[in-house]
């Protein structure tokens, strides 16, 4: 059988923002800057440097502002090019040349597996990642790279994991697995079970789902049946335990650094950390911050 390749990379980014009032009023929360850059655009990068060549973003009411930012800016750019700001034209000119990036509407926030569903048509008959920008990774080779190379292996699902100790497990979709023999050791495991959002003792294990998915097709007929779950809204974690019964799925603990944005002490840290890692910023952040009497 012919091998199937991840091209094409969901963004959901339908969902209201309340974790971050009164920033996310009028302002979509994917559009907030980590540094210089909005949280979004981190992710459509990894989507890119991992394989993909299409992207698509699940919007609702209020995100125009993520689709101005990916397309062209007339007047910003002639008034660039008019006052010889080259650096910064060259930025702006990088955005909307990135990638061709297509939107599908969801009407209402019915949850992240609604959201999913929405790209059903765009996405057809072949396997997808999913990424939730919330979820920043920083990492030497890109999170969504380093799964794509097992997809490229098994052709079977991969949701990206990590270990998140105590009581904070209860707000992610948490795995029961098993280990596998594959040549990546003991960071691939076999999916037995997932729960959306458990209470800390009904949790199956400490690894909990983070915003990185790899998804065959078959999903969308699973989400197409699934019942309404936690909080009232169609999950993906419930979609995703239908998609078990009929085909194999993995789970692969990722190498690098998240960040919760959507997080506010999260997103101060990511801002804090990129910063420090910034050429043209982190000398004088890093003098600012010690100064700083803690
Ligand atoms: C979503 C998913 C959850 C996952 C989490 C990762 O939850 O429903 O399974 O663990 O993203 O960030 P949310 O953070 O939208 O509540």
């Known amino acids: 059988m012919k091998k199937m390749k991840v091209r094409k990379a969901v963004f959901p980014a339908a969902g209201l923002g309340t974790r971050f009032l009164p ?64 650096d910064l034209l060259k930025i702006v000119r990088s955005i909307s040349d990135m990638i061709h990036v297509a939107y599908v509407r969801q009407k209402e926030a019915l949850g992240l597996g609604h959201a999913v569903l929405m790209a059903r048509e765009m996405v057809g008959n072949e396997p997808f990642a999913v990424l939730l920008a919330d979820d920043v990774i920083d990492a030497k080779v890109p999170c969504l790279q380093q799964m794509v190379e097992v997809f490229d292996q098994k052709q079977c699902s991969v949701l990206a994991t990590q270990v998140i100790e105590g009581k904070m497990i209860s707000s992610y979709g948490v795995l029961d697995v098993k280990p596998v023999d594959s040549p990546f050791g003991d960071r691939l495991f076999e999916i037995k079970n997932m729960v959306e959002k458990p209470r800390p003792e009904d949790a199956p294990s400490n690894l909990a789902i983070i915003g990185r998915y790899i998804l065959t097709p078959a999903i969308f007929d699973c989400l197409a049946n699934t019942p309404t779950g936690a909080g009232g809204e169609l999950q993906l974690t419930d979609g995703m335990r239908l998609l078990l019964q009929k085909e194999k799925m993995y789970a692969y603990v990722y190498e690098g650094r998240r960040h919760d944005t959507g997080d506010k002490l999260g997103f101060l840290k990511a801002t804090v950390e990129f910063a420090l890692k910034r050429e043209d910023l982190g000398d004088p952040f890093r003098e600012y911050l010690k100064g700083l009497q803690l």
């Open 23 to 86: 920033a996310t009023k009028a302002q979509p929360k994917e559009m907030l800057p980590l540094v210089d850059k909005p949280i979004i655009q981190y992710g459509v990068e990894e989507a890119m440097a991992s394989g993909c060549d299409q992207i698509l973003i699940i919007t609702g009411r209020g995100k125009q502002a993520i689709e101005d930012h990916f397309d062209v800016s007339y007047e910003l750019e002639r008034m660039l090019e008019d006052r010889k700001k080259l």
